[in-house]
C-alpha cells in the first residue's frame, strides 16, 4: 500500500489502496459483501483527509511551559471494552488538557462523542472518549476510518505539542526533533493462541442479546514499529490468508504499535498449522524493506 503524507492547513493526507473486498471488524472475508450493508463499496484508490486542529496561541487547554523528560504518547483504540462504541484513550503523561479540538476533529470525520472521561494515576493524566459513526449511530468497524482516527489524535499532538515528534513515528516528517529510528527486527513481534474461555462466554451473551454474529476463534497478538496506515495493512495482510478480524485493540506507544486482534478461521478457532502461517506471513510482512512504487 502506497501511502503518502502532506501537510496543509495542519491536516495529514494520505492515499490508501483499498482490496476488492471491504474489511470489516467482527465479519470473515466470504460475509463481507452480504452483511456490511451500511458500507458503499469504495473505488480502489481512496484518498482520506485527516482534519487538523485549528490554529490556536495556546498547547490545547495544556501549558506551553512543561518542562523534564519528555512522557511517552500513548494512543489506544480500543474495540472489545465496548459493545456498542469505541473507546479511544490518550495518554501523554499530565500534559494533556481537555482535547476539544480533538474532539472537534473527530467530529469532521463523521463521528459522534457520546461520551468523555478523564483519570489520574500514576503514569499521568488519561482521557477517553467512546465513538460511534454519526451515520449509523454504532461503533467504528472500518480499518481505514480506525486508522484516520488514529492519525487525527497523533495529528493534534504534535501541533499542541510539538515536543512530541521525538516520541512518535510521525515526527520524522512534521516535528521540531525527529525520532530516532527503530530497528524492525528487534521491534518486530507476532504471537498466536486461543481466546480465553472467560472473554469468550461474555462476548459471547453479548453479542447474543444484540442479535449479532460472534466467533469463537483465537487471539493475535502483534507488536511491530509503528508508521501511518499500519492498521489498516495489518488487517490486509490478515485477511489476504482468509483469516477473520472480530475486534481487537490497536495502541500506539511512542515508536511502537501494539495490536491485540481476536481472529477465526471459517468462525472457529484458528489451528496450530495455520496459526504459525499467519505468524510468518506478518513477520515477513512486518520486517520486510519498504520500497516505493515509483522505483518499478
Known amino acids: 500500500m502506497a501511502v503518502s503524507l502532506a501537510f496543509a492547513n495542519l491536516a495529514f493526507q494520505f492515499n490508501v489502496k483499498v482490496v476488492e473486498n471491504p474489511m470489516c471488524f467482527g ?3 466470504t460475509q463481507l459483501p452480504y452483511l456490511c450493508k451500511e458500507r458503499r463499496r469504495l473505488p480502489f484508490s481512496r ?3 485527516i482534519p487538523g486542529a485549528s490554529s490556536a496561541p495556546t498547547i490545547e487547554d495544556g501549558s506551553q511551559n512543561d518542562t523534564g523528560a519528555i512522557p511517552t504518547p500513548k494512543v489506544i483504540i480500543d474495540q472489545d471494552a465496548d459493545p456498542d462504541a469505541t473507546v479511544v484513550e490518550i495518554t501523554f503523561g499530565d500534559r494533556l488538557g481537555a482535547l476539544l479540538d480533538t474532539m472537534n476533529a473527530l467530529k469532521n470525520l463523521g463521528l459522534n462523542v457520546v461520551k468523555a472521561n478523564v483519570f489520574l494515576d500514576s503514569s499521568g493524566k488519561h482521557n477517553t472518549f467512546s465513538i460511534t459513526k454519526a451515520s449509523t449511530g454504532r461503533k467504528v468497524d472500518d480499518p481505514e476510518l480506525l486508522e484516520a482516527i488514529r492519525l487525527t489524535i497523533i495529528n493534534n499532538l504534535l501541533q499542541y505539542h510539538p515536543e512530541s515528534s521525538s516520541q512518535l513515528a510521525m ?16 521491534a518486530t513481534r507476532v504471537k498466536v493462541k486461543d481466546d480465553s474461555p472467560d472473554r469468550s462466554v461474555q462476548h459471547v451473551k453479548q453479542q447474543l442479546l444484540k442479535g449479532r454474529l460472534y466467533f469463537c476463534g483465537s487471539l493475535l497478538f502483534v507488536e511491530a514499529a509503528d508508521r501511518p496506515g499500519l492498521l489498516v495493512d495489518l488487517v490486509k495482510a490478515i485477511t489476504d490468508i482468509n483469516i477473520a478480524v472480530e475486534s481487537g485493540e490497536f495502541d500506539t506507544e511512542g515508536l511502537l ?3 491485540k486482534f481476536h481472529v477465526s478461521y471459517k468462525g472457529k478457532a484458528i489451528s496450530k498449522p495455520l496459526q504459525q502461517v ?6 515477513y510482512f512486518l520486517r520486510r524493506p519498504s520500497t516505493e512504487e515509483a522505483s518499478f
Open 27 to 29: 465479519l470473515a472475508p
Open 47 to 49: 484518498t482520506i483527509i
Open 171 to 186: 515526527g520524522i516528517a512534521f516535528g521540531v526533533e525527529p525520532p530516532k529510528q527503530v530497528d524492525v527486527d528487534i
Open 257 to 259: 504499535a501494539k495490536a
Open 278 to 283: 499467519l505468524a510468518n506471513s506478518l513477520r
